[in-house]
């Protein structure tokens, strides 16, 4: 199979065929699955409804909430590293830069 083949899967019990370009069909499998299972969880947190694009619509939107956070937390993450690295590159650059003075002096 080639990473643009159509890939059937069942999702709240309805049966679809899914291209995803740059997924291999395993990966398309492994993402179909947990959408389902996300959908499972909607069902189990609103037991009283029973209007499904109600439900996907509530799926989507956790979803998409946590997609935020994720892409909040790496966007502190990169924040930290790039802080820390610039304190390293100065904290390097004064260590040569008294390197440098100190081996002048000696001349």
Known sequence: MSMNDKVAVEIAGRKLELE?????PMQISLIAAQVDDRIKETKRLHPKE????KLFIHTLVHQEAALFKLQDADSTNRKAVESTLDRIATALQKSLDAGAAAAGKGK
């Open 20 to 24: 995803i370009e740059g997924l291999m």
């Open 50 to 53: 029973v209007d499904t694009f």
